[in-house]
């Protein structure tokens, strides 16, 4: 049997290592879990009420983080980080997400997010090799901007962008509906369409812009649950970035995509999404087990039906996990535990193999975590409902999983689609042709309203001539 979890100098009050996958993990990487927790117990927790109640950024956390070198989590030791691997990141958002603080473990996956996209093109670039060598010294927080006001969660479809060839570099413009940690980060990257866009709007390219380029406005953000994340708008408006600040090539954002922003943000949000999980179990294992029925003499755990509840939270909980861990482990292998050096061959794209796998862990820990949220609540009755237990917040934070772009909806299409018609069905950027469709709803035109779309797309082709 798994070593007994502590809870400072306690026994911790939740579900313990028996039910967690500890031999997934290295001795070193169990130490790191063990710190996280004992911190969690000391401050990250009680930091966490706070954010929530009064809507603060987790600086605090992150300055807790940093001290310990886990904003460097996947740095490589010759840039003083700790060259950690994909299932060392799934761990540690799960791990803050469940015993210390959500926003916390949410705007540490955009955080990872950024170092991963940030080093995948840091070989040449020594602004980027800066920033990571200091990222824990100075508490340098970065994160990911990608969203845009007129796409919604089709995040990969920067309309509200661009970017132009000056004097001095490159002025780039872009406009985001979201942005985690928007206006507490130290250093973004964005994503907008490349210079000379010719209307094609797979042509992407990122950019490094630090936090006196933004404009942000963190007061728009008054969100249900993840209260602490500032995911307000966010704009560079037109500000000339030198050249050195073009992340990779030109046109290489879609790339990035494939490559290092979309794993890494699906996975490590999976993995917060199973932590909140977690966290709402432990809770009601807590309060089940003590709260008493004296007129039957039997503890709230004693029912069936709560065993039933905690029962099927946890095996679907950990059947979520398990695909999650599957899946940091798949890009463990490919990638010789997260080696950064792959990827001076600008071509090595070894992860973006399970882009859609990833889909199908994202779908996975977000619709758990929402059931979860609401069977928890069940089991602890009224007590639940009030925010004292805990309960009511992980709930509100839990349900941010399904709608998070790209949103579960979006998902289960992407994988129906994929597996009915082919990937090429898919269509990011809204340039194939459905014929079926189209031919479809021509048979509903008679002969004038035939003639009348004839003459509108021949002047329009004349046009376009």
Known sequence: MANVKKWGKEEFWGVGFEYDPQWLLTDEQRKIQALIIDLAQNQMRDNAIESDKKLLFPRK??????KHGLLGLLVPKELGGMGQNHTCAAMVVETIARYACPSTAMCYTMHTGAVAAALFRHHNSPIIQDIMRRIDKDVLIGTLSYSDPETGSHFWYPFSSGAEKVDGGYRVRKKASWTTSGGFADWYILQTTSPDFGGNYADLTCWLALADEVKADPSKWDG???????????????????????????????????ECVDPFFLLCSSACWNGIALGLIDIAKR???????????????????????????????????????????????????????????????????????????KFTAAKNVAHVADKMLHACGGTGYKPGLGIERYLRDGKAG????????????????????????LDYWNTSLNERVLNNELKKLDAKGKRALADKLMSEAKAAE
């Not at 956390?61 to 940093?66: G, H, M, V």
């Not at 030198?242 to 290489?252: E, H, I, L, N, T």
Request: proline share 3%; glycine share 8%; aromatic share 8%.
């Open 402 to 425: 399904w709608v998070m772009g790209p949103t579960n909806e979006v998902l289960r299409q992407f994988i129906g689609k994929s597996c009915l018609l082919g990937f090429e069905s």
């Open 224 to 258: 249900l649950g993840l209260r602490g994340n500032q995911s307000g708008t966010l704009e560079l408006d037109n500000v000339v970035l030198a050249a050195d600040r073009m992340v990779g090539p030109k046109g290489d954002g879609a790339a990035s995509n494939d």
């Open 61 to 66: 956390n992150f300055e807790i983080l940093a």
């Open 287 to 361: 309060h089940t087990t003590m709260k008493k029925h004296v007129d039957v003499g039997m503890r709230v755990a004693d029912y069936p039906t709560i065993q039933d509840y905690v029962g099927e939270a946890l095996a679907d909980t950990n059947a979520s996990r398990a695909l999650t861990f599957m899946l940091a482990k798949s890009m463990d292998d490919v990638t010789n535990d997260c080696d950064w050096s792959l990827h001076k061959d600008l071509k090595a794209l070894p992860r973006a193999q399970f882009l859609h796998w990833m889909w199908m862990v």
